[in-house]
């Protein structure tokens, strides 16, 4: 089964920069497309990004704006978001999350994806 670990998270200034990072536990690599959603308290989930699983695609949020950047570990068994010029927010969990229907391609939906991390906390001060 796939288990999904998260690190990174943490309190950041407004401008600020933060790297999330997300790894499927598993020892052998899993085909997984990967994406990340932010879900903030009493809020559903809101889409942020997916890759596809070598990499070769990236999928953002109107969002994002340019701001963050989705990739992958050389690995390519874990995946990163880079997050930058964050903009003032409540404390959010990041979740990362997988699906292993690649063919399928990449989608925005988290109903596609079965596999979820528990995901790090982020806030922006102001």
């Known amino acids: 089964q796939v288990q999904l670990v998260e690190s990174g998270g943490g309190l950041v200034q407004a401008g600020g920069s933060l790297r999330l990072s997300c790894a499927d536990s598993r020892s052998n690599f899993g085909v997984l497309n990967m994406a990340w959603f932010r879900q903030a308290p009493g809020e559903e989930r809101e889409f942020v990004a997916a890759?596809?699983?070598?990499?070769?695609?990236?999928l953002y949020a109107d969002s994002v704006g340019g701001r963050f950047t989705i990739s992958r570990g050389n690995a390519k068994t874990t995946i990163y978001l880079e997050m930058n010029n964050l903009k003032p927010a409540a404390p959010a969990v990041y979740h990362c999350?997988?699906?292993?229907?690649?063919?399928?391609?990449?989608?925005?939906?988290?109903?596609?994806?079965?596999?979820w991390g528990q995901g790090p906390r982020v806030a922006v001060s102001s």
């Open positions: 999350a997988a699906r292993s229907e690649v063919c399928l391609g990449l989608s925005k939906s988290g109903q596609d994806y079965p596999y």
């Open positions: 890759i596809s699983w070598n990499g070769g695609s990236t």
